[in-house]
């Protein structure tokens, strides 16, 4: 029994797909009576806000890439818009800190409390 086939435990790979679909939670937020088009403008605000550098807008595909350096190390942010149905849209951001994904939560909800704060001026038309 065992031997030269023996395959690592499942659990490994199921853990780590639990572990992903927990990064993608905190990385995901939807946002009712908001249009893709104040959904990218607020995030457009919230990352120049974090003193981002923008590197790509593509408000057709709702993707926004940019990029800032930190002691040294380069950091990126993508953000990407869904629009579910009208007047709902689906925001995830995805950060990389040098070549590691960052998967700690509390830096997207603080990523998240800024664009909520963002949001509320763009619907209001605040600037």
Not at 15 to 37: C, D, F, G, N, W
Not at 58 to 82: E, M, N, P, W, Y
Request: hydrophobic letters at 40%.
């Amino acid at each position: 029994m065992g031997g030269a086939n023996c395959r690592p435990a499942p659990t490994a790979a199921i853990t780590s797909t639990e572990s992903q679909l927990m990064i993608r939670q905190a990385q995901t937020r939807e946002y009712e009576q908001v249009s893709k088009k104040q959904a990218m403008r607020a995030s457009i605000a919230t990352l120049q806000d974090l003193n981002f550098i923008l590197d790509k807008v593509d408000a057709d595909l709702g993707a926004i890439s940019a990029s800032k350096f930190s002691t040294g190390i380069s950091v990126k942010v993508t953000v990407t818009i869904r629009e579910k149905a009208p007047n709902l849209v689906t925001v995830r951001a995805n950060t990389t800190y040098g070549e590691r994904t960052v998967d700690d939560p509390v830096v997207y909800q603080d990523f998240f409390a800024l664009l909520d704060k963002s949001l509320f001026l763009v619907k209001n038309q605040v600037d």
